[in-house]
């Protein structure tokens, strides 16, 4: 990495840093004001029953893969009840990826347990970074790359699995791509979205992972999604 690449990951960094503390307090001090804001769900689903309206959105069907450590993991079993952040991501993409997987960490690091503070974000929200390159990524090379964003493996997952049912997840249950192809060795998915799910597995949120306006949007929307699901207890 050079000088300019260096300096530019630290004062995003600084950014981030900076602003995420403060992005929090706006949210809840608007939400202690019963302002809470109200996010949507995407994408209407087949053959809704208009009698119940929060069936006619889309719910993220299961999918069950392979972690950094070589556990199967069900997307849904595993994590449920949990808010789940996905990303797609191959390790030896050179630019985009080590960008995103940054944006990523430092997510992570923002809903970090504070052991001076009573709060359960840390453990209301999993990170997924899902291979599209599952050939190459074997679990011991996304390990590797685990370890190179300090991924606490309590709460973010790397995952490599059948290349055929990671496309079809991504396009027909995330839809991170309309661009249509079969999941063979000549099709290829490269995405900069990060996908939010909350804990029903509706999609909640999309968000450019590269850009940092976008990360802080995305860490407010989790704290959104966090006190709501508490309201409703």
């Not at 990170?127 to 709460?155: C, M, T, W």
């Not at 999309?206 to 999604?225: E, F, H, K, Q, S």
Request: proline share 4%; aromatic share 12%; with cysteine.
């Amino acid at each position: 990495m050079n000088q300019k690449s260096k300096s530019s990951k630290f004062l995003i960094g600084i950014a981030v840093a900076l602003l995420l503390p403060l992005s929090f307090w706006l949210v809840i001090n608007l939400m202690s004001k019963d302002k809470m804001p109200k996010l949507p769900k995407y994408y209407i689903a087949e053959g809704y029953d208009a009698a119940n309206r929060d069936s006619i959105y889309h719910q993220v069907a299961d999918i069950i893969l392979t972690n950094q450590f070589g556990e199967h993991v069900s997307l849904n079993n595993d994590l449920k009840g949990k808010m789940v952040l996905v990303n797609f991501f191959f390790t030896n993409c050179p630019t985009v990826c080590p960008q995103i997987s940054n944006n990523m960490e430092m997510l992570q690091d923002a809903f970090k347990k504070d052991p001076k503070k009573k709060t359960t974000l840390d453990t209301a929200i999993h990170f997924i970074s899902i291979s599209v390159d599952p050939e190459r990524d074997s679990f011991p090379a996304l390990r590797k790359y685990a370890d190179r964003y300090k991924a606490n493996p309590d709460h973010w997952w790397f995952l490599t699995g059948d290349r055929q049912a990671i496309y079809n997840f991504a396009r027909k249950q995330l839809f991170v791509t309309m661009q249509e192809g079969t999941g063979g060795m000549d099709d290829f998915i490269h995405s900069e979205k990060l996908v939010l799910l909350d804990s029903n597995r509706y999609i909640r949120g999309y968000y450019n992972g590269r850009d940092t306006a976008d990360i802080i949007r995305c860490a407010d929307d989790i704290v959104i999604l966090t006190r709501q699901k508490k309201k409703k207890k």
